[in-house]
């Protein structure tokens, strides 16, 4: 089986140099991994002590943050490396102030998995939430390299819990540790063997209420807001905007809208100020503007939606419509903000408890969104107590990043 992974991914690594020659993100994806060995050979010695995290994309990297940070601070004399798969998390976080070394992974071959961990030779690994590199993971066990998930979560639908799934489960034997979300996961671990596993817990927690810590100020946001009840739609799709542009635009509510959508490719945005028939402005547009005589605010531009949920009454979070769905929700719930999504949020165990909890509503068409947003504008009283489901469900589930540490420290000192 081992053999023909390896002959699939060798075919896919051509393909995916010819659909370069038509795709911006693919190009990304493939000249990012050309200098990644001779970054490697410039930036870590033979010498050096190293700590290698991997996170797929942008979310895992902003999951995994918390138990890099304590890394850092535990292991002052090593260096830290991040890998990435994906475009969307490497050029957003490539210039991150905790890692000595962020790179893409190069493909999971062999040879690439043997290069670069004699490049790297770190001392500890860790995956993040998912991901699972057979020939990466198989030359760290060979070299007794400890590895560890954390933030992991399973399901039964996934490949190891099929009777096909053997090449798979092989890939987790490979761990030395695992640290996932919830008992369900645990016990499909435990149903194949597994016992070295413990509930941490979701590290994202520590991530987003350590944001409440921070300068979460924005001058321009306050002016626009102009003390109005806002609504503030983050990472919104196509199929979430025709809804929500049909209800900004009948709406008569006093309320003002900030939308952050997913996809800030210029002609996208443009299309999107058009559709709205109310005043708007773009954050690129915002300069020498009186901000609070607008009643839309449409961000163009990454890294600040976090802040701007801060400034938020109600929060519309998007991707809930979309496959596997709803985008991150517990930056606005740390904020202690009600919150909407759309009807696909089943994979994410956070929203699936603040549903259920009643902080966070689904909705899944134009009826149901424009109940949900008129109940919330008009009722100071049932957003103060939703936004409270949301605050206290964050705080009570936050300490992954310590069951981790301690169970890392007391390895390290035996």
């Known amino acids: 089986m081992l053999f023909l992974y390896n002959l699939l991914l060798l075919f896919a690594a051509q393909v995916v140099k010819l659909l370069a020659l038509f795709s911006p993100k693919i190009k990304l994806f493939v000249d990012g991994r050309k200098v990644v060995f001779q970054t490697l050979e410039s930036k870590i010695n033979p010498d050096d002590k190293t700590i290698w995290f991997h996170a797929a994309s942008l979310g895992e990297f902003e999951q995994g943050l918390p138990v890099m940070e304590k890394i850092k601070v535990q292991f002052p004399e090593h260096k830290i490396v991040v890998t990435f ?77 099929k009777w096909y799934g053997g090449f798979y489960r092989n890939a987790l034997k490979t761990f030395d ?88 490719k210029s002609e996208q945005i443009q299309e999107l100020k058009k559709s709205i028939a109310k005043k708007t402005i773009l954050f690129s547009e915002k ?32 991707g809930g419509f979309g496959n596997p769905g709803v ?46 947003f008129s109940n919330l504008i008009s009722n100071a009283d049932i957003r103060n107590e939703k936004g409270h489901i949301c605050a206290t469900f964050v705080e009570m589930n936050i300490g992954a990043t310590a069951v981790i540490m301690r169970h890392i420290l007391n390895e390290t000192i035996k």
């Not at 369900?184 to 070295?196: A, C, D, E, V, Y």
């Not at 165990?349 to 603040?354: D, F, H, K």
């Not at 899944?364 to 949900?372: F, V």
């Open 327 to 372: 985008h991150n929700i517990l930056e606005p719930a740390t904020f202690g903000i009600p919150i909407i999504v759309g009807p696909n949020f089943s994979h994410f165990p956070e929203a699936v408890a603040l549903v259920h909890q009643e902080g966070c509503a689904s909705i899944s068409n134009q009826n149901a969104l424009n109940d949900a």
């Open 85 to 161: 798969f994906s475009p969307s998390g490497y050029e957003v976080r490539k210039n991150n102030t905790i890692a000595d070394v962020t790179i893409y992974l190069p493909l999971d071959t062999k040879t690439n998995a043997q290069k670069f961990l004699k490049l790297v030779h770190p001392d500890l690994v860790f995956f993040i939430k998912y991901e699972y590199w057979p020939n990466y993971l198989n030359e760290l066990k060979k070299t007794n390299i400890k590895t560890y998930l954390i933030s992991g979560i399973f399901r039964e639908n996934q490949a190891f819990f």
């Open 287 to 318: 300069e020498n503007c009186d901000l609070s005589s607008y009643d839309v605010l449409i961000v163009d531009t990454i890294g600040i939606l976090t802040k701007i949920y801060s400034y938020a009454d109600i929060a519309y979070v998007g």
């Open 177 to 264: 540790y695992f640290f996932v979300q919830n008992e369900s996961s645990k016990k499909l671990l435990q149903s194949l063997g597994f016992n070295n596993v413990k509930i941490s817990g979701d590290t994202r927690f520590d991530r987003v209420v350590a944001i409440l810590e921070r300068d979460n100020s924005l001058d321009f946001i306050e002016q626009f807001k102009n003390n109005t009840t806002t609504i503030v739609i983050g990472s919104s799709w196509p199929k979430d905007e025709s809804l929500l542009v049909h209800y900004i635009n009948q709406s008569n509510e006093n309320a003002k809208f900030i939308i952050a959508p997913h996809n800030i």
